[in-house]
């Protein structure tokens, strides 16, 4: 049984794209997590309008949705500011993680669905966040941790955040989603089933309950408490029929 929040959720979604058809504007979500995305696709073909996700750079994971009316007028573009931090004084800087900046946000008092993904690499940080409160973070987050920063607003035009991978590569009885998840987490397929009905596994955001998926090259699989994971397909077989894959893993 869905809880009330996730039906609300999808009404809102519901509602968005109604107010966009009939105002004949673009209307935007907030930043939403793979759940909330999931929710998202289980409700997609009642949405009156197009819909086009983005979190402001390749691949992000967190994303809002846009709602585009067959009708418009004007040209748009996803109200979504990349922040670019770095230390004030880099030889006395710490060593911060996702956690920290996060942290020194929220203490700020902004929602967490004002922010979308943070990006360290590793003494600049980056902040992709709503448009309407990109200001405010600029003028309030001075500090992180002890690590006194400074920010601006990154130009996103010249703005190349680089993907880092490792390569898992392996072999398994087939390309069904039960084995590749067994071969990405280290457990026993029995313990990867129980993953996949916990509704923990999502695949292209979405969750995927029936370990009988036939995982395809391309799909991006995420598990709770493991990461984020792209499936690039298999390369042959053994001469005892396994498959071989390979699977690159964000890091």
Known sequence: MEHQDELLLKKRFIDLSRSANRKNIVTFSNFLNLNELNLFH????????????????????????????????????????????????????????????????????????????????????????????????????????????????????????????????????????????????KRSRSQSVLLIQSQKVFVNERIVSSNAYDCKSGDVISIRGFGKFIYEGSSGETRKGRTKITVKKYI
């Open 42 to 185: 289980q409700v997609k073909a009642d949405m009156e309008t197009a819909c086009q996700l983005s979190g402001g750079y390749e691949n992000a994971e967190r994303q809002m949705i846009a709602f585009i009316p067959d009708a418009l007028y004007y040209d748009w573009d996803f109200p979504i500011v990349c922040l670019h931090f770095t230390p004030a004084y880099p030889k006395y800087a710490e060593e911060l993680t996702h956690r920290d900046v996060l942290g020194a946000l929220m203490n700020l008092g902004i929602e967490r669905a004002k922010i979308g993904d943070i990006r360290l690499d590793p003494t600049d940080y980056y902040v992709f966040a709503s448009e309407s409160i990109s200001d405010y973070i600029l003028d309030s987050l001075a500090q992180i941790r002890h690590t006194i920063i400074r920010g601006e607003v990154a130009d996103t035009a010249s703005l190349h955040i680089e993907q880092k991978y490792s390569i898992l590569e392996g072999v398994v009885a087939s390309d069904r989603l039960d084995n590749v998840i067994a071969f990405i987490t």
